[in-house]
């Protein structure tokens, strides 16, 4: 058999990573072994992924040798950046810098870079329909990704940008899952009035990465987005409500009354779904279901991702 060419894959303990890492090791004829970036070889977590066949090797976004150590002699990188985990739009676009310098120094073939739009396109600073934020931001852990994209072309480095979506999986692990009202009724709350919400289930975002991949260079300098559904608010809670086979009630609130909830990046995440409301015909246009089940057949729907998951989305 032909030798095998290695996927380094940035944040392979993660979500998008981690769907990648499987994607890779559920194809084994497909041609590819990933190579699992990870901070700590020694947790569960990435020895899960070597007992998948991963090789896992450690090295930190913040430490650019750490990650021209860990491409060396891969023919794909997987690029994704972590703003959630520090919050500093300045930090995810330095962060970006050293993985396309890494690349470039290591003379990697194809990288695929995590990305998302730049707001302020649709939104300029001076449009004040929605905050600035941190001086010069609309949607900072947006806009600095977007920011970020010259980087790669910049250090010469052949790359895809893919734009992902909104994880269904929030619904489990970023408390955004219907709460009961006061009338003890489950409520979906978003300020997304009628508007569509391109959704996608995580492990399809690495599933899909897989396809940009072996689809090979068609796709170096191409900008792919990616969703399963654009399903309305009132259809995700619907499609709940038939999963749990309970009320489910959609609460469309202002973008304003989200931006005021107060935790750490409301204000952040309110301007997103203003975005995603008030944009929604480019929004949705720019990640066709179509393209990414051209990319990983097995893309699932929001209603087969509830199916999956359903008993793991916290319901109090
Ligand atoms: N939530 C959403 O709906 C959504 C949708 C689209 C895009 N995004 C974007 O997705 C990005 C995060 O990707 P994800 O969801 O796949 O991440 P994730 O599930 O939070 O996983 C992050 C992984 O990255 C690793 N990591 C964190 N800091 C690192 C560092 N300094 N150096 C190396 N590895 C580091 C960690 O691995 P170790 O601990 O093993 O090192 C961790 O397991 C964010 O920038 C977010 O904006 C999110």
Same mark, same amino acid.
């Given at each position: 058999?032909?030798?095998?060419?290695?996927?380094?894959?940035?944040?392979?303990?993660?979500?998008?990573?981690?769907?990648?890492?499987?994607?890779?090791?559920?194809?084994?004829?497909?041609?590819?072994?990933?190579?699992?970036?990870?901070?700590?070889?020694?947790?569960?977590?990435?020895?899960?992924?070597?007992?998948?066949?991963?090789?896992?090797?450690?090295?930190?976004?913040?430490? *650019?040798?750490?990650?021209?150590?860990?491409?060396?002699?891969?023919?794909?990188?997987?690029? !994704?950046?972590?703003?959630?985990?520090?919050?500093?739009?300045?930090?995810?676009?330095? *962060?970006?810098?050293?993985?396309?310098?890494?690349?470039?120094?290591?003379?990697?073939?194809? !990288?695929?870079?995590?990305?998302?739009?730049?707001?302020?396109?649709?939104?300029?600073?001076?449009?004040?329909?929605?905050?600035?934020?941190?001086?010069?931001?609309?949607?900072?852990?947006?806009?600095?990704?977007?920011?970020?994209?010259?980087?790669?072309?910049?250090?010469?480095?052949?790359?895809?940008?893919?734009?992902?979506?909104?994880?269904?999986?929030?619904?489990?692990?970023?408390?955004?899952?219907?709460?009961?009202?006061?009338?003890?009724?489950?409520?979906?709350?978003?300020?997304?009035?009628?508007?569509?919400?391109?959704?996608?289930?995580?492990?399809?975002?690495?599933?899909?990465?897989?396809?940009?991949?072996?689809?090979?260079?068609?796709?170096?300098?191409?900008?792919?987005?990616?969703?399963?559904?654009?399903?309305?608010?009132?259809?995700?809670?619907?499609?709940?409500?038939?999963?749990?086979?309970?009320?489910?009630?959609?609460?469309?609130?202002?973008?304003?009354?989200?931006?005021?909830?107060?935790?750490?990046?409301?204000?952040?995440?309110?301007?997103?779904?203003?975005?995603?409301?008030?944009? *929604?015909?480019?929004?949705?246009?720019?990640?066709?279901?179509?393209?990414?089940?051209?990319?990983?057949?097995?893309?699932?729907?929001? *209603?087969?991702?509830?199916?999956?998951?359903?008993?793991?989305?916290?319901?109090?």
């Amino acid at each position: 058999m032909a030798e095998r060419k290695i996927i380094a894959v940035v944040g392979a303990t993660g979500a998008q990573g981690g769907g990648l890492v499987r994607a890779i090791a559920a194809d084994p004829s497909g041609g590819f072994v990933a190579r699992a970036i990870t901070r700590d070889v020694g947790t569960d977590k990435a020895k899960a992924l070597a007992r998948l066949g991963a090789e896992v090797v450690a090295a930190d976004v913040d430490d *650019e040798a750490s990650l021209r150590r860990a491409f060396e002699g891969a023919h794909g990188a997987y690029c !994704v950046t972590f703003f959630w985990a520090h919050m500093s739009p300045e930090k995810e676009i330095a *962060e970006a810098g050293a993985m396309a310098r890494a690349a470039k120094a290591a003379g990697v073939g194809h !990288v695929v870079w995590s990305t998302l739009d730049d707001t302020r396109r649709w939104v300029p600073l001076t449009d004040d329909r929605m905050p600035t934020l941190m001086g010069r931001y609309k949607v900072p852990h947006f806009d600095a990704k977007a920011e970020a994209d010259h980087l790669f072309t910049d250090a010469g480095v052949p790359t895809t940008f893919l734009l992902t979506s909104f994880y269904w999986d929030n619904l489990i692990h970023f408390g955004m899952g219907p709460k009961p009202g006061p009338d003890g009724v489950l409520t979906l709350t978003l300020p997304m009035g009628e508007a569509r919400l391109p959704g996608i289930a995580a492990e399809d975002s690495g599933r899909g990465a897989y396809g940009i991949f072996k689809a090979g260079a068609q796709h170096i300098g191409r900008t792919i987005g990616i969703s399963g559904d654009q399903p309305t608010g009132a259809e995700m809670a619907a499609a709940m409500a038939r999963a749990l086979g309970r009320e489910v009630r959609y609460q469309a609130i202002t973008p304003d009354a989200y931006r005021a909830f107060g935790f750490p990046g409301a204000e952040d995440l309110g301007n997103m779904f203003q975005f995603y409301r008030d944009f *929604e015909r480019d929004f949705c246009a720019s990640r066709d279901p179509a393209t990414a089940r051209s990319l990983n057949p097995s893309l699932q729907t929001f *209603e087969q991702w509830l199916a999956a998951n359903k008993t793991r989305i916290p319901l109090a």
